[in-house]
Structures are given as structure tokens and as C-alpha cells.
């Protein structure tokens, strides 16, 4: 997992500058560009010229950092421009909102409709970020797609406590699914390597969002990590996901990695800067990364 550029939306409430500052911490972690879109779902009368402030934005952000930040200035007032946006960004970190426009009911939140569509992870901040992670939650099935997802929990923050969470249904429950879960478990955690020794492993009973948010609060994890598969916007309308019953609960920021996901593409990152370029509709201001 490699985590090159940083896409973060704010729309300058306090929750989306929450979401601006981890999205920097996140960037000073991995060494990672920072890029900056404001976004909102109904415009802001009061704020006349939302672009000059993001610049102001990236320039205090890469100065209190240290690293290199780009305010992007074309319009950005739909989810499908941030799902394009996204396309050449290797993580995406927004704020949680909750509400749902009636004229979008059907479509859901603008976290349902941008986890559905972006390819890349999705991390929700839901807290103001003090310091980085100290201990991860990561959600796991006994699926082979959970591999993947402990070494990406792994790699996205190399110094914290790591758990190893599954919860079964109590509906089909025995002494044998539950050993084998315990086993899977374990496994997991040796296929780490010598990370192993900095994660541990608990088994839960009960719906599994539900569970997970228990086992959050009971062990103060600040992050939470799941996995999820693309289904249709009918199927999480009718039933909704585990990251969107999650998040209705939990106090901790919340990871959502697509299975499917994939590393962005710098030949598209360059074709949209040129095109920017071309059409003159507002190229990147860039903040270049500060000597320490």
C-alpha cells in the first residue's frame, strides 16, 4: 500500500476543517501531496469567494506541516466532481454528513453516494485529530478479501495498536464457526510478519456494525477500519452497509477500503493537469513543500 496523494474536502464548517487537519497528518505520514477541494451540498450566501480562502488554506497547511499542498480552483458543486477528483488520489478524507437532501433520498448521503463510487479508500473523520492514530480497530470477515485489508490497516499507520475484530451472528453461532474464526484470526495476524507482535485478535457475538462500535468504545480505538464491496445504490437504500450503520454510531473515525480498490493513476493525474492547464478554468495554487 502506498499512499502518494491526499484528497480532503472541506466546506469551511468546523467538521470539514477537522477533516483538512488528519488529511495533513495523514500527508506528513506517508510523505503524500496534499490537495484541498471545497464542496458543499448548498452553497454558502455568506461566502463570496470560497477559492482565495482555500489557498489561504493550503498555504497554512503547508506551512504548519511542512508539506506540499494544492487548493484546487475549479467548481466543485457535485459528487461527480469529486469522484473524477478522486480518481487520481490515493485516499480521500472527508467529513461525516449526516443529512440527506430530499431530492437525493434516493441516492443517499453524500458519504453513501462517494464510498459507493470512489475507487479509492474513504476516511470519515468524525473527531477533531490531536496526533496520529494509537490504536486501529480493523473489522474483518473470514473472507480471503480480509488479507488485504489488515495489511492495508497495517501500512496506513506504522506505529499503532492494531486489533483483529469479528463478530458472528448469534443466529448461526456454534462451537465450531467460532473456533474456526478464532483460527482465521490468528492466521491473519502471523501473515503479517513481524508486525504480528503489535496485534491482537478478538472474537464478537451479534450484528457485526453493532458489535464493532461496542468494541470500539470498550477499547478507545480512534480509528476504525473496514472493508467494503460494491453493491447497488438499491441494495444499500433497502438495507444499508456496514460502514453507513457504523458511522451512525461510532466516535471514532472510520476507514472505508473498497476490495476493489486501486492505486491511483499518475497518467491520469497528469492528463487533468494539463487539461486544467488548457482550459483555463482555474489551474492548481501550489504551496511547494517547506524545508525543515
Request: hydrophobic share 35%; net charge positive.
Given at each position: 500500500m502506498t499512499i502518494r496523494s491526499v484528497l480532503a474536502l472541506t466546506d469551511f464548517s468546523a467538521q470539514g476543517e477537522q477533516a483538512l487537519d488528519r488529511a495533513a497528518l495523514v500527508a506528513v505520514e506517508h510523505g503524500a501531496e496534499l490537495r484541498i477541494m471545497y464542496f458543499v451540498d448548498v452553497p454558502n450566501p455568506n461566502l463570496r469567494d470560497p477559492f482565495e480562502r482555500l489557498a489561504q488554506r493550503a498555504q497554512q497547511?503547508?506551512?504548519?506541516?511542512?508539506?506540499?499542498v494544492e487548493a484546487v480552483s475549479r467548481p466543485s458543486d457535485t459528487v461527480d466532481r469529486v469522484v473524477e477528483e478522486s480518481a487520481c488520489a490515493d485516499l480521500l478524507?472527508?467529513?461525516?454528513?449526516?443529512?440527506?437532501?430530499?431530492?437525493?433520498?434516493?441516492?443517499?448521503?453524500?458519504?453513501?453516494q462517494?464510498?459507493?463510487?470512489?475507487?479509492?479508500?474513504v476516511l470519515v473523520v468524525t473527531r477533531e485529530p490531536s496526533s496520529r492514530y494509537r490504536r486501529v480497530l480493523v473489522a474483518v470477515d473470514v473472507s480471503d478479501e480480509s488479507r488485504e485489508l489488515v495489511r492495508y490497516a497495517c501500512a496506513f499507520d506504522v506505529e499503532s495498536e492494531l486489533e483483529l475484530f469479528h463478530s458472528q451472528s448469534t443466529l448461526h453461532e456454534t462451537m465450531e464457526s467460532r473456533r474456526h474464526a478464532e483460527e482465521r484470526l490468528v492466521r491473519l495476524s502471523e501473515s503479517l510478519g513481524p508486525t504480528r507482535y503489535r496485534v491482537r485478535t478478538s472474537v464478537g457475538h451479534g450484528d457485526p456494525s453493532r458489535?464493532?462500535?461496542?468494541?470500539q468504545q470498550a477499547t478507545g480505538a480512534d480509528l476504525v477500519v473496514v472493508g467494503k464491496n460494491r453493491v447497488s445504490t438499491l441494495a444499500d437504500f433497502l438495507f444499508g452497509g456496514f460502514a453507513q450503520r457504523l458511522l451512525s454510531w461510532a466516535t471514532s473515525d472510520v476507514l472505508v477500503v473498497p476490495h476493489d480498490h486501486r492505486t491511483s493513476s499518475r497518467a491520469a493525474a497528469n492528463l487533468r493537469i494539463k487539461a486544467e492547464l488548457g482550459d483555463g478554468r482555474g489551474a492548481f495554487s501550489v504551496v511547494q513543500r517547506k524545508t525543515l
Open positions: 497547511l503547508a506551512r504548519r506541516h511542512g508539506i506540499s478524507v472527508i467529513d461525516h454528513r449526516h443529512h440527506r437532501i430530499l431530492m437525493r433520498f434516493w441516492q443517499g448521503s453524500t458519504f453513501d462517494l464510498v459507493r463510487r470512489c475507487q479509492c479508500p458489535q464493532t462500535f461496542v468494541q
